[in-house]
């Protein structure tokens, strides 16, 4: 009956430190998640505005015929929009971020073939797609167009 009577109460004692255990990590989870509350997490407008100038670095790139620096802007609009459906799920716009999908691919396809008036035509559907989606998403008041100006001054768009 002792050795029993061992046996039970070394269980108990091994309980409650595990209770205790518990407990600790439970507070520690819980202050964790508070100071993970507060970091910062990029807006939707954010996003938008990266997408923004890319897509006018992507037109120079082409009219550059500059297919490096297109396809690595392509990839930045690309993980933007990633980013948006990854960090903005309380964001009912999100939902129409999938009309982008097919147009990406076609601009993605003419730059890989190199393709002038493809990569033009693409690119105009392109920024027609994005005003869809404003429309869509009743942002319609931001327009989106072909930008006639560099977004920087300081960058080579020209092939090298």
């Known amino acids: 009956m002792f050795p029993v009577l061992v046996v039970a109460l070394a269980m108990f004692y091994a309980g409650c430190q595990n ?3 518990t407990a600790a990590l439970q507070a520690r989870v819980d202050s964790l998640q508070r100071e993970l509350s507060k970091t910062y997490k990029p ?3 954010e996003f938008m505005s990266g997408i923004q100038v890319h897509h006018a670095k992507l037109w120079f790139a ?15 609009i690309r993980e933007a929009v990633e980013d948006i459906q990854h960090y903005c ?3 009912p716009e999100i939902k129409s971020l999938p009309m982008l999908a ?13 393709d002038e008036q493809a990569f033009t035509s693409a690119f105009a559907t ?7 989606c404003h429309h869509a998403t009743s942002h319609e008041f931001n327009v989106i167009k072909v930008p006639d100006t560099p977004p920087f001054s300081n960058q080579v768009f020209a092939a090298p």
């Open 126 to 132: 392109l920024t027609n797609t994005c005003n869809g």
């Open 19 to 21: 209770a205790g255990d």
């Open 89 to 91: 799920t309380d964001r």
């Open 62 to 76: 082409g009219q550059g015929k500059n297919w490096k620096l297109a396809d690595f802007e392509m990839g930045e």
């Open 102 to 114: 097919p147009t990406l691919d076609t601009m993605d396809k003419a730059i890989k073939q190199q």
């Open 43 to 45: 807006g939707l407008g």
